[in-house]
DNA sequence: TAATTATATAATCATATACTTATATAAAAC
DNA sequence: GTTTTATATAAGTATATGATTATATAATTA
């Protein structure tokens, strides 16, 4: 597949969207790995508000899908996204995440709980 | 190819540029064929300045290129860029851009000279 | 049920963005 | 050399954006 064909509003959209390093960073994340607002805090600094609001930005347009377990809600990309293609074609571009991700692990602010 | 790395700013900045509907369709046209201001005013509702400032910008970034024949400027994408594997890609995700080109091509304003 | 923890939302604010009109520059045509 | 044409740049402005702090909500724990 990888060929979905957007509108260009709407692709312009999805761009502007990832245009902000942070959500591309969360993207990239989160085409890793779930995560809820306090493992993804681990990552940025800046405040749980601004995380928040762009995980928000992300829920609205699609991108991400977010499911509650217990205090925790847990977002990943969705797969289900008419975007997910173009998205997987962009993260292809940029470096892997996995010197975020082991920050998140070594931390584990899920088990720790002060977040 | 078409698997070059960019750091995350400079990814998440093309992506920005990108993020607009204008810019996008711009860089989609200039991806089949390259053109001059004038041309391109044929296909959006906007002033020359606007259409002149979001070229500098996408040339700015190293994304186009232009180059002076006469008293036009034609721009043109820039495959030297780094960006442009990432670019390529997303290209694949939007519409083509036919009915724009057959625009310009029908009014071919650099021979009415009048825009 | 009261306190704690995780997250969302509201209000605010400074900066960025995308447009406009007015003007400058540079090549072409007269 | 003056006028026209193509384009760029400057200045101004309204709106969008991304952050902050303060507060609300919802689940968990004591």
Redesign the pocket.
């Given at each position: 597949m990888r060929e979905t064909i957007l509108e260009i509003e709407n692709a312009s959209h999805i761009l502007?969207l990832l245009g902000?390093k942070?959500r591309l960073t969360i993207i990239a994340i989160l085409s890793k790995r779930e995560c809820?607002?306090?493992e993804l805090l681990e990552v940025f600094d800046?405040?749980?508000?601004?995380v928040?609001?762009?995980?928000?930005?992300l829920k609205d347009a699609g991108l991400i899908k977010?499911e509650?377990r217990?205090?925790?809600?847990y977002y990943s990309l969705n797969s289900q996204s008419e975007s997910y293609d173009l998205i997987q074609d962009i993260l292809q571009h940029i470096p892997d995440q996995t010197e975020n991700i082991r920050k998140i692990e070594e931390i584990k602010?899920?088990l720790r709980?002060?977040?």
């Amino acid at each position: 597949m990888r060929e979905t064909i957007l509108e260009i509003e709407n692709a312009s959209h999805i761009l502007k969207l990832l245009g902000d390093k942070t959500r591309l960073t969360i993207i990239a994340i989160l085409s890793k790995r779930e995560c809820c607002v306090c493992e993804l805090l681990e990552v940025f600094d800046m405040s749980q508000p601004s995380v928040s609001q762009h995980l928000r930005k992300l829920k609205d347009a699609g991108l991400i899908k977010e499911e509650r377990r217990g205090q925790w809600i847990y977002y990943s990309l969705n797969s289900q996204s008419e975007s997910y293609d173009l998205i997987q074609d962009i993260l292809q571009h940029i470096p892997d995440q996995t010197e975020n991700i082991r920050k998140i692990e070594e931390i584990k602010p899920t088990l720790r709980c002060d977040c």
